[in-house]
Every structure is written in C-alpha cells, then in structure tokens.
C-alpha cells in the first residue's frame, strides 16, 4: 500500500524523537524571538507530541510532493501555535530550516496562523479556534467514502486540538457526526495544558472532564502523559488500531514546556521572549539537548 510506504519512511527511535522535539524548541522559542511576536507557550507544550506523530511511523506524508494523494493528513486546529507546526515541518523537510527565522514577516509563508495556500505541509488554513475537528471530520469521511469506492483503506486522519478551544461549541458538534458516522480514520489529539490566554481553562470556562465527554459522545479515548514520547507513541500506535469509533487522545501537557520561567504561565500563551529572555531560555533548551543526546549514546 502506497500510503503504508509513506508511514515507514519516517520512523524514528524514542531517543531521536527526543532530540527532535528539543531542536523544535530551539527553534519554536528562535522564530518567534526573530519576529518580536508569536505564541511561545501552546507550541512548546505541543512539541513532543508533534514530534512522536511525525516520526513513529503513523502518519504517511511526503516532503517531496506535498499533495500526494497517498498521503494521511494532519490539520493545526490550535492555528495560533503555527511555530511547533512549522518547527517539525522543517524537520520533516517541507521547509528549510534557515526559513522559520522569516516567521510573520511581509511575504513570508510562515505567516501568524498557517496558510495553505502557501505553506507546503499546510492542509487548511487555521486559527479560528474550534474549527478543526469539524473539517477533520468531513476529511475523513470524504477519505473513507474514496476508499470504498476504490477498495482500498482510507488515509488517517489527524487534528490536534487545545483544551481550551474545547469551549467553542462547533467542537461537540463536530465530535457527535463523527461517531455516528464511525470514523475510525479520525483521530484528534488533545494538547491538555490547562492555559489559555485569559488563564487557567478551569478558571475561564471548565472543560474537563475532557475524556468522559468525548467518551460519552461515542469515542474511543486513551489518555497519556503529553511529554512522554513512549507513552504518546502507544497512544497513537492504538489509536490508529482502534476500529469502529473515533478515537481522542488527551494529552497531559505543561504550557511553556522545556523552558522553566514560562512554565505553566498564562502571559507566555502569546508574548515574544526579549533578547535576553530568548537567550536564557535556548540556553535551557539546548542543555537539555545535550543530556538526551549523552543519554542516547549510553542507551
């Protein structure tokens, strides 16, 4: 299967799925310090689990030919964190990396919130929160009807979402059509890290139970620890085993992961780090990148 050809092509070891989610920190907290604007903490509590989808094997995607028909999608419903999305389409090979410093610069690709229209690796254009799971859900069965008619399996289908964009209604919508319809090519990820811009999202407007619900609507739920690589790659791993629902997975995350003063801090959902401020914390990042790369050798 072409598409099955497409997902091995990508797989990666736990340790190098490591050193891939630190880089994209690295270069997260460097494009937006570059721009002087962004959205520093949803992308860093993101990164590990970006990095596990794109390199353990689950998801078929060609850099070579981006529009591969072959090809599993994958849609940012949290647009804002457009950083962590364009750090792991670097390290995909969609872009080349000396571009991400171009971040929300006049004619960049890189704009704020994703752009399909210019951006390769870019499925929908994002940013209007809660709209995600509804396209999704329509990519999905549009991918499984195709795959009916041809006799084929359907391509998945991935959407990563914010705990706190679960308060837009259309979400619930979209999560109720899609388990009647079954759509078990559907998987949406959840970046549970309790912030939003206005503060804790148990504060605002309480989500939780976040995997009840989603279970009670009809889904198939697994929940993990969003920082640990083994843990999100069995989840996805089962995820895309599942059959006869969709399936959520909750990730437990820290907002402004890896980088200690941003931490579970509501100011960091959308401030640019100063110059001194950036470089504290890719000093912190980088340290961090060469504890995993020693503790790779000596794995």
Not at 13 to 40: F, K, Q, V, W, Y
Not at 166 to 181: C, I, K, S, T, V
Not at 208 to 237: M, Q, T, Y
Request: glycine residues 10%.
């Amino acid at each position: 299967m072409a598409t099955e050809s497409l997902r091995v092509a990508h797989i990666r070891t736990d340790d190098e799925i490591a050193l891939i989610a630190n880089r994209m920190r690295h270069d997260i907290i460097e494009m937006i310090a570059a721009s002087g604007t962004g959205h520093p903490g949803g992308s860093l509590s993101a990164a590990d689990i970006m990095a596990t989808l794109f390199f353990s094997g689950v998801m078929g995607y060609d850099p070579a030919d981006p529009r591969n028909p072959d090809r599993d999608r994958f849609i940012l419903s949290k647009g804002h964190a457009a950083p962590v999305l364009y750090a792991v389409l670097a390290q995909a090979g969609y872009l080349p990396k000396k571009e991400l410093v171009s971040l929300r610069k006049l004619g960049s690709r890189l704009q704020g919130h994703p752009d399909a229209h210019c951006c390769p690796g870019v499925e929908v254009c994002t940013g209007s929160l809660g709209q995600g799971l509804s396209i999704s859900s329509g990519v999905a069965l549009g991918m499984r009807l195709d795959a009916a008619r041809d006799g084929s399996a359907p391509q998945r289908m991935f959407v990563l979402l914010g705990d706190g964009e679960l308060q837009e209604g259309e979400n619930w919508e979209a999560a109720m059509f899609a388990a009647h319809r079954r759509l078990d090519n559907l998987v949406a990820i959840v970046d549970s890290n309790n912030l939003q811009i206005d503060g804790h999202v148990c504060d605002v407007c309480a989500v939780e139970p976040i995997d009840e619900k989603f279970r009670a609507f009809g889904w198939h739920v697994i929940s993990c620890d969003g920082h640990d690589i083994a843990a999100v790659r069995v989840a996805l791993n089962d995820a895309v085993d599942h059959e006869g629902a969709p399936v959520a997975i909750v990730c437990r995350t820290v907002k402004g992961k890896g980088v200690s003063f941003m931490e579970d801090q509501a100011s960091w959902h959308g401030s640019a780090p100063s110059a001194e401020q950036a470089a504290r914390a890719l000093a912190e990042i980088d340290a961090a990148g060469e504890q995993l790369a020693c503790a790779a050798k000596e794995a």
